[in-house]
């Protein structure tokens, strides 16, 4: 379990935002997702997220099953399915925001080379999607 | 018109809570890549587990080979609940173990060494892509 998790545990009563991001393998867009997730989580707002990682969520495994539902939910897709949000809305828990990554990508004349490598454009991409985001955490932390 | 040539699946874990996670999504993309593009595909694991019916009916033809990066075998057990079995499971965290002096550190970005790490995984990955085509050949 990374470090903002650990945290979550230490001090269950302060405002925490869960990020789920897609993370998927086909498209470049998906590791933008993927990368966005990490600069908010371990960057930007280290103490008022934390990841959630979409396998064991499916798998139901314990804690991610019970930590999506404990905080409000912000999802980061990559592509026109939606995965993220989709998985989410199963288990019931409440998404307060999201992010959809080709639309970030269009607004941004951003475009990123490969999954394997999103290049400099897909980082500068990522980096501007977590800054909005770290903007809509603050919101939802304050509520 | 020829009939589609024998392809394996692989399905990994991709999982962003270990950097063993981000080994295996790696690790998969120089298979699909370099070591066998012409005989692998990948299976987005979000999508498969979110109901993606495309990608659940391939893994009910073709065989799969699932990709974790812990024991949570998160990827092998979505695969067998939605499609079936995989015929092999990779655990990246297992592999790792025979390489004591290096280790996973980073979930975003692999420097050098974890990259090393990621092609042993990946030759692994192709070892058994051929033992199951293999297999299927010789059926």
Same mark, same amino acid.
Request: aromatic fraction near 4%; glycine fraction near 6%.
């Given at each position: 379990?990374?470090?903002?998790?650990?945290?979550?545990?230490?001090?269950?009563?302060?405002?925490?935002?869960?990020?789920?991001?897609?993370?998927?393998?086909?498209?470049?867009?998906?590791?933008?997702?993927?990368?966005?997730?990490?600069?908010?989580?371990?960057?930007?707002?280290?103490?008022?997220?934390?990841?959630?990682?979409?396998?064991?969520?499916?798998?139901?495994?314990?804690?991610?099953?019970?930590?999506?539902?404990?905080?409000?939910?912000?999802?980061?897709?990559?592509?026109?399915?939606?995965?993220?949000?989709?998985?989410?809305?199963?288990?019931?828990?409440?998404?307060?925001?999201?992010?959809?990554?080709?639309?970030?990508?269009?607004?941004?004349?951003?475009?990123?080379?490969?999954?394997?490598?999103?290049?400099?454009?897909?980082?500068?991409?990522?980096?501007?999607?977590?800054?909005?985001?770290?903007?809509?955490?603050?919101?939802?932390?304050?509520? | 018109?020829?009939?589609?040539?024998?392809?394996?699946?692989?399905?990994?874990?991709?999982?962003?809570?270990?950097?063993?996670?981000?080994?295996?999504? #790696? &690790? @998969?993309?120089? !298979?699909? /890549?370099? %070591?066998?593009? $012409?005989?692998?595909?990948?299976?987005?694991?979000?999508?498969? *587990?979110?109901?993606?019916?495309?990608?659940?009916?391939?893994?009910?033809?073709?065989?799969?080979?699932?990709?974790?990066?812990?024991?949570?075998?998160?990827?092998?057990?979505?695969?067998?609940?939605?499609?079936?079995?995989? #015929? &092999? @499971?990779?655990? !990246?965290? /297992?592999? %790792?173990?025979? $390489?004591?002096?290096?280790?996973?550190?980073?979930?975003?970005? *692999?420097?050098?060494?974890?990259?090393?790490?990621?092609?042993?995984?990946?030759?692994?990955?192709?070892?058994?892509?051929?033992?199951?085509?293999?297999?299927?050949?010789?059926?």
């Amino acid at each position: 379990m990374q470090e903002s998790q650990q945290v979550s545990s230490q001090s269950a009563e302060a405002p925490k935002v869960a990020i789920v991001a897609c993370a998927g393998m086909d498209k470049a867009l998906g590791s933008v997702a993927r990368t966005t997730a990490f600069i908010i989580t371990e960057k930007l707002r280290p103490n008022s997220t934390i990841l959630i990682c979409i396998p064991p969520l499916v798998a139901d495994v314990k804690p991610y099953s019970e930590l999506i539902k404990r905080y409000p939910v912000v999802t980061i897709d990559g592509c026109a399915e939606r995965c993220a949000t989709k998985i989410v809305a199963k288990t019931g828990a409440k998404i307060r925001g999201r992010v959809f990554v080709p639309q970030s990508a269009q607004t941004h004349n951003l475009k990123p080379n490969t999954a394997s490598d999103i290049g400099p454009e897909g980082e500068k991409l990522a980096e501007k999607i977590a800054e909005e985001t770290a903007l809509l955490i603050n919101k939802l932390c304050e509520r | 018109m020829s009939l589609a040539k024998d392809k394996v699946g692989i399905i990994c874990c991709s999982g962003e809570d270990l950097p063993e996670g981000t080994i295996s999504r #790696v &690790a @998969t993309r120089l !298979v699909l /890549e370099k %070591l066998r593009p $012409y005989e692998t595909v990948t299976l987005c694991l979000p999508l498969f *587990l979110a109901g993606g019916e495309d990608e659940r009916a391939f893994a009910r033809v073709f065989p799969t080979i699932a990709v974790d990066g812990c024991s949570k075998k998160c990827a092998a057990l979505g695969t067998r609940k939605f499609s079936g079995k995989p #015929v &092999a @499971t990779i655990v !990246v965290s /297992e592999i %790792l173990k025979k $390489y004591l002096k290096s280790k996973a550190k980073s979930r975003e970005k *692999l420097d050098a060494e974890e990259m090393e790490l990621a092609m042993k995984v990946a030759e692994e990955i192709a070892e058994r892509v051929d033992e199951v085509l293999c297999k299927k050949v010789s059926k």
